[in-house]
């Protein structure tokens, strides 16, 4: 929100007071409480007629610092809240006759005393970010309506990043951004997936604990702020510190929660029916076989909208006409050794036969006067389903559950963007504050029912709406975009600024959802696709299967499907971590290399977990673009074995069967024995590729249930030998890939020098 009007003035119509000093304070073993008058008061007189914004500091987490600011305290508390993993901190609290201070862990807050009122965070002694006076404001906009707001410096050359997943620059320096999750496709400001968390280059991140729509001007409205602002009477941020960006994503997973351990065979290639095509058994088979046939192997099969009548979204009932049998269907689909996903969406329309049923008993979302909130927009008469209603969760869930049954193995969670602010829900939740959360709660409810059927170990969706909270429940897919490669591109950034939210695992529709691609474009962002955590080809009005697009697609499908595959053992050791730390699977390249200032704004290219950098291409000419981070040792193309100084920006141009795919020196990545299913022994005739080993390197081998298998640790003893320990893997081939050469040797359980 943008209340100033340059540098002193304010907008027309905005009544602004801002937090001029601390005037007293009261502190308890976990707690420091400031109370800072609207404007100076030098005697008790000025104490009347004045207001105070109150200030209460505390830690949830070691390293976490909590302010939180408020106008009028007695305003009703409005659920719902997000749910956060706190622990029992006791801080140091002191004071000095210039600042009040208040420390967790190696964080450091300091408030100054004096009129110019002052909050300064310092992590081990290094001033990550201040706020200033004239920060901390009282903002009456001209409806009325009341917003807490704050600004935190941004220092010279410090650049921020996040805020969910969003489709403009990756850097955000310069940009308003309105958290309000919308149904807006991938090419504008809006975003499916707003998260009011931010993280910065300087070492720390900011979480504003509040689903309304909080609003951030950074380095918008002062281009040396980060100006957020909550419409309420109150606002809460936590600042995080780390030692690095790593550490500040690790340590807000553990505040707002860990991603789960998405099931392996998820990482495996899903093909969808597409949106609007005309498909029956007969299709699906066609497509089915078709894959098998050209040896592309494939996972999951998917049925969008379609598998149900058209103007009856949701009725969780198969389309008789185009599916006389689905559950024989389903189990002839399972025969070939594929897992079945089914598209579902919150809301019911009204020919829906479920419709009155969810009117009858009070399953929908409400207007004031108590008819059920309808419009429109998407389904005709459509009615949300009110997920704060137990009943309603039953019946909606008890759905689902039928599918299982039938033999459906997870869902697409679709929509749950477009949510009113004038309805009234079943727990009394307040509206305005529902409308992002929402998409938690949805996505939640049909996880936690994957999972209560399932298995732990086989829940997952496949959702488009997001909020905080929401990184426990993989996997998220990026929306609808266009398929062209400014699309494309906008994809990745999206996916990239998503990923430093603690969201561990993304993909997109493979060559565009909205129109036909080009047989070059499917060929590029197959590779793309192939290359990200998960991998789906779906589109609107056109089928997507690589046939359609040419052999060579076909060719480029089996070959990037098969790469991919083979490289589970790599790919499972990263999603471990990435449950386990919260740090993405697809990292942008600042995360990963913060100390290369190169790599701070780059949004074309990203790390593959630790060791695999991928540079999508994004043009019709095969030039492929890519900055080569520097480090101690060459990087190593994972396809042909060239070699790369770092430091350095490349421009080569590449067939469809490759790719810029660098392996980070000093690395070693296990391949699996099998490039035709995602479920394999990862542990079995593995080999083991060594990387320009400058010293030691070692990695770890999980099992398909993400349990430890097995581990292999390279030592470089002298110039020319190695010695290898091997332990859980047996017999392996082991692969050094240094000096400009390839050795291959056989090697088996124990310790062996090479």
């Not at 659920?79 to 967790?104: A, C, D, G, M």
């Not at 052999?551 to 499908?557: G, L, P, Y």
Request: aromatic letters at 14%.
């Amino acid at each position: 929100m943008k209340y100033s009007d340059g540098g002193w003035l304010f907008k027309e119509g905005y009544e602004v007071k801002f937090a001029v000093h601390v005037y007293d304070a009261r502190q308890t073993k976990d707690q420091l409480t400031l109370y800072l008058p609207y404007s100076y008061v030098s005697n008790k007189g000025a104490t009347l007629d004045g207001g105070l914004l109150t200030m209460e500091v505390k830690s949830p987490r070691e390293d976490i610092v909590g302010i939180k600011l408020y106008n009028y305290k007695g305003v009703q508390a409005k659920t719902p809240e997000f749910e956060l993993f706190t622990e029992e901190i006791t801080p140091v609290i002191t004071e000095n006759e210039e600042i009040y201070t208040f420390q967790s862990g190696k964080l450091r807050v300091e408030i100054t005393k004096g009129e110019g009122l002052t909050t300064s965070f310092y992590y081990e002694d290094r001033l990550l970010t201040s706020s200033n006076p004239r920060s901390k404001a009282l903002v009456i906009d001209p409806k009325g309506k009341t917003h807490i707001s704050e600004q935190l410096n941004i220092g010279v050359g410090e650049l921020v990043y996040g805020l969910g997943e969003r489709f403009t620059h990756f850097v955000k320096n310069g940009q308003s951004v309105d958290l309000w999750n919308a149904d807006g496709g991938t090419g504008t400001e809006q975003s499916y997936k707003n998260i009011p968390f931010y993280i910065s280059n300087a070492g720390y991140g900011v979480f504003v604990n509040s689903p309304d729509r909080v609003e951030f001007e950074v380095g918008s409205e002062k281009v040396s702020k980060v100006q957020f602002s909550n419409p309420s009477q109150s606002l809460e941020y936590f600042l995080i510190a780390g030692d690095d960006m790593k550490a500040v994503i690790e340590k807000y997973t553990d505040l707002t929660g860990k991603p789960s351990l998405p099931p392996a065979w998820s990482f495996g290639l899903w093909l969808s029916t597409s949106f609007l095509t005309d498909y029956n058994e007969e299709t699906v088979n066609s497509f089915v076989d078709g894959m098998f046939e050209r040896d592309i192997p494939l996972e999951v099969f998917h049925f969008d909208c379609l598998w149900m009548k058209e103007y009856e979204w949701c009725n969780f009932i198969w389309d008789e006409r185009t599916f006389p049998e689905p559950e024989k269907m389903l189990q002839r689909l399972k025969n070939k050794g594929l897992k079945i996903c089914v598209w579902i969406n919150p809301y019911v329309g009204q020919k829906s036969p479920l419709f009155d049923v969810g009117m009858e008993n009070g399953y929908f979302l409400k207007r004031e006067n108590g008819d059920v909130w309808q419009w429109d927009k998407w389904q005709a008469g459509l009615a949300i389903v009110d997920f704060t209603n137990p009943a309603a969760v039953a019946w909606y869930t008890g759905h689902l559950k039928d599918l299982m049954a039938m033999g459906v193995d997870s869902f697409k969670t679709d929509f749950g963007e477009r949510i009113p602010t004038d309805a009234v829900y079943f727990d009394g939740s307040d509206a305005e504050k529902m409308h992002n959360y929402y998409a938690y709660l949805y996505n939640q409810i049909v996880f936690d029912t994957v999972k209560e059927v399932k298995g732990e170990r086989e829940a997952i969706v496949f959702a488009r709406s997001a909020s905080v909270g929401s990184q426990r429940l993989p996997v998220h897919w990026g929306g609808d975009s266009t398929s062209d490669y400014p699309s494309m591109a906008e994809s990745l950034r999206a996916g990239l600024s998503f990923g430093l939210g603690g969201f561990g695992y993304w993909s997109h529709d493979i060559s565009g959802f909205e129109a036909g691609a080009t047989p070059d474009l499917y060929k590029r962002w197959t590779q793309f696709g192939l290359l990200s955590s998960h991998s789906r080809y779906h589109g609107s009005w056109e089928y997507k299967v690589p046939w359609i697009y040419g052999e060579e697609a076909v060719d480029v499908a089996r070959k990037f499907t098969k790469l991919k595959l083979s490289l589970m053992p790599y790919l499972q050791a990263q999603s471990v971590y990435t449950a386990n730390k919260g740090i993405p699977m697809m990292r942008p390249m600042v995360l990963e290399f913060p100390e290369d200032e190169m790599t701070h704004s780059l949004d074309r290219q990203y790390m593959l977990g630790d060791s695999l950098l991928v540079a999508p291409i994004f043009n019709d000419t095969g030039e492929g673009s890519f900055y080569v981070p520097k480090t101690a040792g060459l990087w190593t193309d994972y396809l042909t074995d060239k070699k790369y100084l770092g430091g350095q920006w490349y421009k080569e141009n590449y067939d469809y069967f490759h790719l810029p795919l660098l392996v980070q020196p000093n690395q070693i990545i296990v391949e699996g024995s099998i490039d035709n299913q995602a479920e394999y022994d990862y542990a079995k005739n593995t080999r083991i590729h060594v990387y320009e080993l400058q010293d030691q390197a070692s990695t770890t081998v999980y099992d398909v249930a993400g349990v430890k298998a097995g581990e292999v640790t390279v030592v470089r003893t002298t110039i020319e030998s190695f010695e290898v320990t091997i332990t859980g893997l047996g017999d392996a081939t082991i692969v050094l890939h240094q000096d400009d050469q390839v050795v291959e040797k056989h090697v088996s359980e124990g310790t062996q020098t090479l």
